[in-house]
């Protein structure tokens, strides 16, 4: 089995570009009906106290697709949108997961970066965590639903929200000029990358960011992992290090956040999600936003992470760290035990 999954990964790997096999824990229910479930979220709307229990059963366990039918169905006997009503519903927690449910991936990572941006001051690293980890295809498709939803470039808006050397850095990934891995592996490029990073950092005075950066945000994932691995050769500290070394703040985690992304992205969400949840008090929106927006995509393989590197399973973790109605849910998009 594990043999025939790694075959297909390189299968797919070598035909589709970056394009990555899914491993969701959400997929589309069997035998479904759009009627009677929005039927069953009205009554449990219109519920004295609501029903939450019957709202999340549903919602958690349907593909995005099947949620839009369910809406459109809603809407068409209630006559009023769902997204609304379930606002007017839920509170704190569990409204703002089941709301995030309500849109797509992309919708809803593309939401999350407005909020990260919005008012005053920036949350940086909810900025940080979605703009590093997101492959090409994944910010080339936020970026055109940022534009539907808030009529504006997403570009513009992390250049007007960040400043300096981290505001680069940010630009240049979300202007996704990333290489498509290539069948053919180049050593000498390989070699002068490595080259060219340990020159502009740890070889010399200060640090020179721009050929970092471009190294960084332009070169594809595979090829990126064989540079830091020849990185070695030349720098007496590895690439995290020299980043510590180097660079400091945002710059800093941004950079160390791309490393961990392009080694193992799934071992990245498992310990944002490990330490989010055994942080003092439990940082909800941080979990929220990571089982959400992974739970379509490659939830399996962060809980295989998961449990691989912190001893126990996600679904142990979420028992043990949160509860009601938001633990419910979250249980559910989990989809089982490891
Ligand atoms: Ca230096």
């Given amino acids: 089995m594990a043999l025939v999954s790694e075959i297909l990964t390189k299968l797919t790997l070598s ?3 970056e394009r990555e096999p ?3 824990t959400v997929v589309a229910a069997y035998n479904f009906n759009p009627e009677e479930d929005a039927a069953k979220i009205e009554t449990a709307i219109k519920t004295k106290g609501v029903d939450e229990h019957t709202i999340i059963d549903i919602l958690t366990k349907r593909s995005c697709a099947q949620r839009s039918e369910i809406a459109f169905e809603y809407e068409k006997r209630a006559k009023k949108d769902l997204v609304s009503a379930l606002k007017g519903a839920l509170s704190g927690s569990l409204e703002h997961l089941i709301l995030g449910l309500m849109k ?3 919708q809803y990572d593309a939401s999350e970066l407005k909020s990260s941006m919005k008012g005053l001051g920036t949350d940086e690293e ?10 090409k295809e994944e910010l080339m498709e936020i970026k055109k639903v940022y534009k539907e939803m808030f009529k504006k470039d997403l ?3 992390v250049s ?3 400043s300096g050397d981290f505001a680069k850095l940010l630009l240049a990934l979300v202007q996704t000029k990333r290489d498509e891995p290539s069948n053919v592996v ?3 490029k390989i070699d002068n990358d490595a080259r060219a990073l340990y020159d502009a950092g740890v070889k010399r005075k200060g640090t020179d960011v721009t050929t970092w950066i471009s190294i960084f945000c332009e070169r594809s994932v595979p090829h990126l992992q064989k540079v830091f691995e020849r990185y070695k050769r030349y720098s007496p500290y590895d690439i995290k290090e020299s980043i510590r070394k180097e660079v400091k703040g945002d710059l800093e985690k941004s950079f160390l956040t791309l490393v961990e992304c392009l080694e193992n992205k799934h071992l990245y969400f498992a310990s944002r999600l490990s330490d989010a949840m055994k942080s003092k008090s439990v940082k909800e929106k941080v979990v929220t936003r990571i089982i959400v927006s992974r739970c379509e995509v490659d939830l399996m393989k962060v809980r295989t992470e998961f449990k691989r590197n912190f001893g126990k399973s ?3 973790t979420i028992l043990e760290h949160t509860k009601g109605d938001y633990q419910r849910a979250l249980l559910n998009l989990c989809g089982g035990d490891d």
């Fill in 186 to 188: 180049d050593y000498e």
């Fill in 314 to 316: 996600l679904q142990q």
């Fill in 155 to 157: 570009e513009k808006d």
């Fill in 126 to 135: 909810s900025l940080i965590e979605i703009v590093c980890s997101r492959n």
């Fill in 160 to 162: 007007g929200d960040t």
């Fill in 22 to 24: 899914k491993c969701p």
């Fill in 104 to 106: 797509s991936t992309a």
């Fill in 15 to 17: 035909y589709g570009g």
